[in-house]
């Protein structure tokens, strides 16, 4: 059996269950300026549950971001970048012997509302400065995370053409047959033809629907790939404190590891517990 790498958890949540108030649109970004000693730990705290792989804090460390949250043009560029790379940093610090760092990069705008992609040009924009910036800091790949929209997916994996980096590409679902925005994945799999992609995901998606777009996957997809669901008991909502049940979860990631992805995590309201959990499991598969 191949061995399956495990993604670390959630840092937005486990940044709220810590006492950090990360307050939308800028969400996590802030943190790393002001609390980075609170992202080390939980990095070095999904390590030490077992996690192969941490992602940085750069969920919305974009200039876009900052503008949204009335920074001016220039202080958006200066505190997105001040943010990302003190997130590298605090990975970086965090890191321990074979443990390898994934760059996040997200939707430009909220990733559980395709219909508000903004567009190629301001895509462009943001993507292009954030893979520049995330390889410039030294992250080992790039991670595009909770990627629903069409379109968006094609511009963010022809801005990443040029760099000399892993890419990985995860996508959010509408349902075992559609993409977020309602794009076919027939369509959606025909799109990824041109690019290189080393792993291809699933994430943010209830346990349900994501043991169902692993037939999906297996379907239409021959090489690296791997799930990372939420443990919310409903899709595309932000409240995570009313969780998935500790059998569910168990039953739920038996059914994932026996389906052999190459990587497996947990999204929105995990926490080093879960990862702990979920490498026990691993283990007993082997």
Known sequence: MKR?????????????????????PLWSADANIKHPEVVINIHKDYINSGADIITTNTFRTTAWTYRKAGFSDT??????????????????IAVSNSVKIAGSITTVEDCYLPELFPGTSAAEDTYGQTIEWLVDAGVD????????????????????????????????????????????????????????????????NTMDLTIDMCDQIHSAWSQK??????????NYENDYLNIISDSNLNNGIMSLLSKEPNVIGLCCGSTPFHIKFLKSLIKSTR
């Not at 202080?75 to 970086?92: H, P």
């Not at 990985?168 to 559609?178: E, H």
């Open 4 to 24: 399956t790498l495990l993604l670390d958890g959630a840092m937005g949540t486990e940044l709220q269950n810590r006492g950090i108030d990360i307050p939308f």
């Open 75 to 92: 202080k958006s560029k200066e505190l997105s970048r001040l943010s990302l790379y003190k997130a590298v940093e605090c990975a970086q």
């Open 141 to 204: 790949l790039i991670l595009f995370e909770t990627m629903g929209n069409i379109e968006e997916i094609s511009c963010a994996l022809e801005m990443s053409r040029s760099y000399n980096i892993p890419i990985w590409l995860s996508l959010i679902s509408k349902d075992k047959y559609n993409l977020l925005d309602g794009s076919s994945y027939e369509k959606v799999f025909e799109l990824f033809k041109p690019f290189s992609i080393d792993h291809l995901l699933i994430n943010c």
């Open 225 to 234: 790939w791997g799930v990372y669901p939420n443990l919310g008991k409903t």
